[in-house]
């Protein structure tokens, strides 16, 4: 399916946002209904989870998923969106169609269904999924030696460095200062995938402050 624009004006703010997503996993036929469980935005992507149940309360049969103890199924649902001269518009893909946007938070994945085919697309999404939320949020201060060295925009590398920030406005912006060089560097989440953490600034506060009151006893 392709891109879907609204050319008046009903979609402004996240709260439309999320309005409009839920209207778009709530559907009801003749013989089964679909309701929204959860949905999260990454960036400028709505993830969701629908559940889908049949009217007269028999199980669903599925040839994707598992139907779960309840009679239902829960399937996930991707919606990359963008803004253009003020229009909001969507394109929507289903997980088995093989969405690449797999950002999509653990405790959305973890209300999925089971997936029957082991070599699906919907298994490798989840699994990217998975991958992407396994990433380590580092904190100020940590050391971190990345899976393998960063080319640089001036020919250079970099794999050993530690986590900082500077100020634009009154923004901190997280960027990583180099070990060799002292430079600093703008890294996105994904280079940050495998890394190694060899010195954390809160295990190095910790000794600082044992040390103060051991001096205190």
């Given at each position: 399916?392709?891109?879907?624009?609204?050319?008046?004006g009903r979609?402004?703010s996240y709260?439309?946002e999320k309005?409009?997503?839920?209207?778009?996993?709530t559907?009801?036929?003749?013989?089964?209904?679909?309701?929204?469980v959860k949905a999260?935005?990454?960036?400028?992507?709505?993830?969701a989870a629908?559940r889908?149940?049949?009217r007269?309360?028999t199980?669903v049969?599925?040839?994707?998923y598992?139907t779960d103890?309840?009679?239902s199924i829960?399937?996930a649902a991707?919606?990359?969106?963008?803004?253009d001269?003020g229009?909001?518009?969507y394109?929507?893909?289903e997980e088995?169609?093989?969405?690449n946007?797999?950002?999509?938070p653990?405790?959305l994945i973890?209300?999925?269904?089971?997936?029957?085919?082991?070599?699906?697309?919907?298994?490798?999404?989840?699994q990217?999924?998975?991958?992407?939320?396994?990433?380590?949020?580092?904190?100020?201060?940590?050391k971190?030696?990345?899976?393998?060295?960063?080319?640089?925009t001036?020919?250079?590398t970099?794999?050993?460095?530690?986590?900082t920030?500077?100020?634009?406005?009154r923004?901190?912006?997280?960027?990583?200062?180099?070990?060799e060089?002292g430079?600093?560097?703008?890294?996105?989440?994904a280079?940050l995938?495998?890394?190694e953490?060899l010195?954390s600034?809160?295990?190095a506060?910790?000794q600082v402050?044992a040390?103060?009151?051991?001096g205190?006893e």
């Open positions: 399916m392709g891109w879907l624009f609204y050319t008046d979609v402004k709260a439309d309005a409009e997503i839920t209207r778009l996993c559907f009801e036929g003749d013989t089964r209904k679909t309701d929204l999260c935005k990454v960036g400028s992507t709505w993830y629908a889908v149940t049949n007269d309360g199980p049969e599925d040839a994707t598992v103890p309840d009679g829960t399937f991707v919606f990359l969106t963008a803004y001269d229009c909001w518009g394109k929507d893909m088995s169609a093989g969405p946007a797999s950002r999509a653990l405790a973890e209300l999925l269904s089971d997936l029957k085919d082991p070599d699906s697309y919907a298994r490798d999404w989840r990217r999924c998975r991958e992407w939320a396994s990433i380590p949020n580092y904190e100020e201060g940590d971190i030696k990345l899976a393998k060295p960063v080319t640089l001036d020919g250079s970099c794999q050993i460095v530690t986590v920030h500077y100020r634009r406005g923004q901190k912006r997280r960027c990583y200062r180099i070990e060089t430079g600093l560097v703008r890294l996105s989440k280079t995938s495998s890394s953490l010195s600034a809160k295990g506060a910790s402050l040390e103060y009151f051991a205190r």
